[in-house]
């Protein structure tokens, strides 16, 4: 195991991985940018290194500011949490060769899966369904034409290295298309140094649904099963929960195998999500893996046992799996709501600021994952997500009863947040029903 592993994060994902490395035994160093310095996570850490100002780019996501910050810590791994630099395999292999071991896959597979072109490929060779469309990047407006005319309209056009929701363009016939493909192109080289598009059929309604899978080094790879999270705002997750409502568990096992198989093939370790959309047919598309623990980890810990956190430092450590797929067991169902600072009354205008009043809920079921405190100063620079909260119990219905139950404790003031949006969703009749698709949420707010 290691002994000291930096932290290079911030908020409730920082405190996450601090709370693994205590229960791991493991020293933690957590860096900090000027904006974060009366963080009180900081004060758990073994150690706190600042490693500049507030703006992103001068500090969680200055590589060699982090780098230095764990040659004067001396320590042995850097964990990248999610966001920042946790997706960038030039960062992983810095890291490497500096002699921190990366919390995560390895340079090689993280380019090979975080490439939507090649991500394809890996799920082809192992039976994971991918939307019908171009097998690999698109070279001109006649090809594309083609595939088109071939798969039907509406389709979409993205960029291979693309992220954020950004570079997708739908097109509903072919004026569009030949409209949209040079542009999209060139756009795709000026945001992700990556001028590969490709293009693939425009599903009108679907749902989110996605496979967490681990894998280590020594070739083992399993999967936890699935996450449902179509209660969506402009592509941002809102609420998820696990398992996924009204599924039929034998369309979704091969499905989860088959994830499991593609980061095998991949010489993947580490964790990851393979993410589909969900016809109403129940037919499951690829959309692209995400090559590292997602926000949204806790639903899947709380029906299934296994610490994801713990087990991405354990597997980047060189250790082997300690259980087989036939020893996951999935108790009851989960649903985590992201509480973030934000006015669900104002547009979800970001609103950071000091927090006065805080009162936590507890009891039976009920996880919190946050980095918040009383008189903690919210800061404007960062994602408005101020932290998790997350219940679980034997089935859906008191899954949803008892997190009307934890809102109804949870104060946090006199900033807004999205607690009455979650409050309102948990009486929400096509919320209780299970399975609202991922426009849902916006339907619904206009
Ligand atoms: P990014 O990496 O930029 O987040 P994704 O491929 O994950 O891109 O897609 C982001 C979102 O765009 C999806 O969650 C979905 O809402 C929408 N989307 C992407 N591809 C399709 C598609 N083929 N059909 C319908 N919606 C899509």
């Known amino acids: 195991m290691f002994r000291r592993i930096l932290i290079a994060n911030r908020g409730e994902i920082a405190l996450r991985i601090i709370r693994a490395c205590q229960e791991l035994g493991v020293e933690t160093v957590c860096v900090y ?4 310095a009366d963080a009180p996570y900081l004060r758990l850490a073994d150690r ?5 100002p507030g703006p992103s780019k001068d500090s969680y996501l200055n590589i060699s500011r982090i780098i230095a910050a764990g040659e004067i810590a001396d320590v042995d791994a850097i964990h990248p949490g999610y966001g920042f630099l946790a997706e960038r395999a030039d960062f992983a292999a810095i890291c490497r060769d500096c002699k921190m071991e990366f919390i995560g896959p390895s340079p090689e597979a993280m380019a090979k899966l975080g490439d939507k072109v090649e991500a394809k490929k890996f799920a082809k060779a192992a039976k994971v369904p991918v939307f019908p469309g171009s097998a690999g990047a698109v070279e001109d407006e006649q090809e594309a034409v083609e595939i088109a005319a071939e798969i039907g309209y509406p389709v979409i056009i993205k960029a291979a290295a693309g992220g954020g929701g950004r570079g997708m363009r739908i097109c509903h016939n072919e004026a569009t298309l030949l409209n949209n493909i040079k542009n999209a192109k060139q756009e795709a080289l000026a ?8 293009i693939e059929k ?17 070739g083992h790879a399993v999967h936890l099963w699935e996450r449902d999270c179509s209660m969506q705002r402009r592509h941002q997750k809102v609420i998820e929960e696990a398992p996924a409502p009204r599924v039929d568990r034998k369309k979704i096992q091969p499905i989860a195998e088959n994830a499991a198989k593609l980061i095998k093939l991949a010489e993947y370790a ?4 393979v993410e589909f959309l969900m016809d109403d047919d129940q037919n499951f598309y690829m959309l692209e893996v995400n090559t590292r623990v997602q926000v949204e980890h806790p639903v899947t810990e709380m029906i299934t046992g296994v610490d994801i956190l ?11 799996l300690p259980f087989k797929q036939k020893d996951i067991k999935v108790t009851g169902h989960a649903i985590e709501c992201r509480i973030n600072a934000e006015d669900p009354n104002r547009n979800f205008m970001p609103c950071p600021g000091t927090i006065e009043t805080l009162m936590l809920p507890g009891g039976p079921g009920v996880r919190i994952d946050s980095h918040v405190a009383t008189g903690y100063r919210v800061p404007p620079n960062y994602d408005s997500m101020i932290g998790k909260l997350i219940t679980h119990a034997e089935d859906r219905p008191s899954c949803i009863t008892r997190m009307k139950r934890a809102l109804g404790e949870l104060v946090i003031e006199p900033i807004h947040t999205t607690i009455p949006l979650h409050k309102r969703l948990m009486e929400n009749a096509d919320f209780g029903a299970g399975g609202v698709d991922i426009h849902y949420l916006e339907r619904l707010l206009k």
């Open 33 to 36: 940018s000027e904006a974060d």
């Open 270 to 273: 580490g964790a990851a999500t």
């Open 191 to 198: 945001a992700f140094g990556n001028g590969d598009i490709f």
């Open 202 to 218: 425009f599903l009108e309604r679907a749902r989110h649904v996605e496979i967490q899978v681990i894998g280590d080094k020594h």
């Open 48 to 52: 706190a290194i600042c490693i500049g």
């Open 310 to 320: 713990k087990l991405s430092i354990q597997v980047a450590a060189g250790e082997v």
